[in-house]
């Protein structure tokens, strides 16, 4: 009935040994949390370590006495079984001595955050929307605006071609942040909640519909850092990343003056009348953004999300669609476009949509059309 | 009473068949229903589980498109928590209850009856919702607002049978208090009671506490989705994050309902084979009182990343962190009684020694979790997947295994096969270690939870952790084997089985007669 007694102690003790290499000096193998570029990080880390280590010790001990009983006290050895079945002065003296372990780990993290929590006296505000399944950045001060989408090929994520160093991490435009500067993130979302997670800078805070979740951070060194939505949100949760590429403030300066010239010639392009061809061209490029839930050739996903081909939508009137587009549908995945889409960007995807995927309503939608719908 | 009526009520004119089951009002049958009910749910959850870690051996997507994958994950913790793990200890207790107290069965029978039935009408309706238009639930078992709410149909089912589940927990829970409270034998007073008996009481007042409440939070989905309400909707004046408040007031509790159960059958098991009394009885009973008690206070630290204020997230911290008192004075006790004693190690042994081990790995990366800063970059990773399997697997699943190799012997009278029973020990706590220890480092490197892709940095401990599922899942159908086999025959197992183990079920004959302490027990 009995096992060797060697073959089950060792066996047992290999069931605890995978803990050990689970030491802090390992950060750089992707065993531990990646080595922090923000203050909060920094404090986080040594939080986490120190608490990893206090667990680690508290589990070889009251283990060690574990493992000594089996190997010491065992019938086949021979050992009698005392009968002694309670001590009131031991039961006390380990109810009080974790409770005193409790507090000197409560004492750190409580002043980690405190801090943490503090978000006055920010010298750049960024707004972040959660999409599905897109970050929308929003540089409050500047006036600059811009939707962040994830930038790996479907062919990588379908295994028709090898996938690149940044898989799924990459996307068509990060979010620029200067370095040595306290960052305040305003955190919002637009249709179900999502989480905005960077690792290196220690900042996850969840996007909730309605409401406005604040964070901050101070990044100490250039460089991209990389993270990802952390709270499901639907169907493509796992490809909507978040890139930050944190520059000096000279070049965050340099950055910001020619996004704001960007953004005024913008605007005047969508003063203008815009050819057909012009339309669908541009058209396509932002289809992108439906095409995970419509489609690549928009034939939708059968009684998820509904087809663009065929559509009696985008085959019918023309104010029936862009009403669609601009406001959404309550309480279903089609969002309201019309806070993250210029009015040229959704002219153009309009008119994409009307006359693509077999559908011919041949009428092109000017900027002029959906401004005045606004 | 009369042996004359004794011998009539064995032969009460019960169905055969089919109909036997049906129709059954004896606890020992309804304990076979709910065991049963039990394992066919983990071999299904078992086996979604299992399409997860097949789409995440490799990266890129190969062989589920991520709506599916979504589906999979909600299914499989729904199917696991209301299919397996609450009704196999529900097993367990109408089994083992009546014959630990000395009663001849549970207070209410056709209650009892009832509570079963439910279950397979609503996991009919639960499983049937895959084939909803538009596949089913997708939004994770918790069915978090607004995600829920765009749902198909599917979310619907869901709920329907979300209802059906609670109404049968709570009536079965209803059923145990009663029983506890009225029918013990003479001389059994509560502080004499098997610790078994005693975590079952108070896993019965969470659930018909907290039950009503999920029940509450997703029938305020269903007026949000269909009837024009807005708890929940931002635009209507509602807050999604009311739901995630209102979810896990039930949530937190329901891990514990989850959990005590398995604290009490190690509880049975370890004194067993330590040859020992358990050690300090008053002091595990007032532990699983004062974690069930602080099961309530601590929810929102499931939500610490909502953006709560400064003193909530204070409070919840320590709140949670308080729970590692009681649960260590658990943990400590059972080593005590380990400590000097006369051990040997049975299957049902190795179990034991196993949760208590990997029970406290999932226990202190709680701890770490609780550590509110900290948790900010733990949350929503796979550092937390990894923890509550090491609770929910290690901890309850292998506690369940555990004590049916203990029980079985009683319950069927043979002897289960002990070589076969300590290859699946070890092959089970082998691949779970393989499976899920590595998905520890996935979270702190970075890892979200509930993606169907993932980056390359990733891939070795996702690699180790498929193959250390498939591994898992596959030794499963060798408990199968091993209980169906102890079913159809072996070694006859005498009535107290294991080397003078305690307690009243070990008076009765095995397999244990149909109907037991008809003439109750004195207990001394
Ligand atoms: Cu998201």
Redesign the pocket.
Known sequence: MLMSRSKLSAAIIGLAVPWLPVVPAMADYGLNLPPPVSPIGDEILSLHNLIMLICLIIFVVVFSFMFYSIYAHRKSKGHKAAQFSHSTRLEIVWSVIPFVILVGMAIPSTATLIRMEDTSQADVTVKIT?Y??KWRYEYLDHGIAFNSNLSTPRDQIENRSAKGDNYLLEVDRPLVLPTDTKVRFLITANDVI??WWVPELAVKKDGIPGFINEIWTLIKKPGIYRGQ?T?L?GKD?GF?PVVVDARSPEDFQAWLAANKQEAAADASAAMAEWSMDDLMAKGKEIYGACAACHGAQGEGVPNVFPPIAGSAVATGPVAQHLEVVMNGRDGTAMQAFKGQLSDTEIAAVVTYQRNSFGNSAGDAVQPADVKALR | MATAEAAHHEEHHHPSGIMRWITTTNHKDIGTLYLSFSLMMFMVGGAMALVIRAELFQPGLQIVDPHFFNQMTTMHALVMIFGAIMPGFVGFANWMIPMMIGAPDMALPRLNNWSFWILPFAFTMLLGSLFAPGGGPASGWTLYAPLSIQGGMSVDMTILAVHMMGISSVLGAINIVVTVFNMRAPGMTLMKMPLFVWTWLITAYLLIAVMPVLAGAVTMLLTDRHFGTAFFDPAGGGDPVMFQHIFWFFGHPEVYVMILPAFGIISEIIPTFARKPLFGYASMVLAVAGIAFLSFIVWAHHMFTVGMPLIGELFFMYATMLIAVPTGVKVFNWVATMWRGSMTFETPMLFAISVVVLFTIGGLSGLMLAITPADFQYHDTYFVVAHFHYVLFSGAAMAMMGGAYYWLPKWTGHMYDEKLGKLHFWLTAIFFNITFFPQHFLGLAGMPRRIPDYALQFTEFNVMSSIGAFGLGFSQLLLVYVVVKCVRGGEKASAEVWDNPKGLEWTVPSPAPYHTFETPPQVR
């Open positions: 959660g599905q399944w999502h989480s939505c709270e949100c949760h909507m």
